[in-house]
T-cell receptor, first 113, second 112 residues
Framework: GQNIDQPTEMTATEGAIVQINCTYQTSGFNGLFWYQQHAGEAPTFLSYNVLDGLEEKGRFSSFLSRSKGYSYLLLKELQMKDSASYLCAVRDHAPDAGNMLTFGGGTRLMVKP | ETGVTQTPRHLVMGMTNKKSLKCEQHLGHNAMYWYKQSAKKPLELMFVYNFKEQTENNSVPSRFSPECPNSSHLFLHLHTLQPEDSALYLC???????????FGPGTRLTVL
């Protein structure tokens, strides 16, 4: 079966750094994705990791350790607009039949002044 | 118009009604998806179409019936739904072997 765990809620201060963790146990692995979803809006793609290590994209970075079944999303210089849910998702096999993703429950991040 | 669009944005229906949700993508993608997002539950994949062929049916009840007439359009036909089917239904598209899925704004469905 598929199991993806991430904290339900986190709170951080504007300007600070926050790390959102995700652990997964899946029957296969072919990539880990992070999406951002503001309340009432559609999820938007943030990052993709398939090899171990850190991928940096502006204020956001994502890390993957396949041996540990672990990823984190790092948000730097937090802004109020970063308040949203962050969804971790795993693709468990090659995408030749489409990108089938299994999502975690999401982490609701609240950024306070 | 660009991106992924969904209509209607909101839908209220009785358990005996028949309705359809529509999704359209203008991104030239070949794969399209239906997801269900319920309160306090993970986003659940329902159906996947790849080059108009259904490649995944994630144990979805038969009261949900998908249709993909071409690579740009995806429908979800609804009949005799239950109140627990009330949720946000999201459509997404991607290149068939791509990484990023692009989501539509969703249809907020309420079943009375």
């Amino acid at each position: 079966g598929q199991n993806i765990d991430q904290p339900t809620e986190m709170t951080a201060t504007e300007g600070a750094i926050v790390q959102i963790n995700c652990t997964y146990q899946t029957s296969g692995f072919n990539g880990l994705f992070w999406y951002q979803q503001h309340a009432g809006e559609a999820p938007t793609f943030l990052s993709y990791n398939v090899l171990d290590g850190l991928e940096e994209k502006g204020r956001f970075s994502s890390f993957l350790s396949r041996s540990k079944g672990y990823s984190y999303l790092l948000l730097k210089e937090l802004q109020m607009k970063d308040s949203a849910s962050y969804l971790c998702a795993v693709r468990d096999h090659a995408p030749d039949a489409g990108n089938m993703l299994t999502f975690g429950g999401g982490t609701r991040l609240m950024v306070k002044p | 118009e660009t991106g992924v669009t969904q209509t209607p944005r909101h839908l209220v229906m009785g358990m005996t009604n028949k309705k359809s949700l529509k999704c359209e993508q203008h991104l030239g993608h070949n794969a399209m998806y239906w997801y269900k997002q319920s309160a306090k539950k993970p986003l659940e994949l329902m159906f996947v179409y790849n080059f108009k062929e259904q490649t995944e049916n994630n144990s979805v009840p038969s009261r949900f019936s998908p249709e993909c007439p071409n690579s740009s359009h995806l429908f979800l036909h609804l009949h005799t739904l239950q109140p627990e089917d009330s949720a946000l239904y999201l459509c997404a598209s991607s290149r068939a072997s791509g990484t990023e899925q692009f989501f539509g704004p969703g249809t907020r469905l309420t079943v009375l």
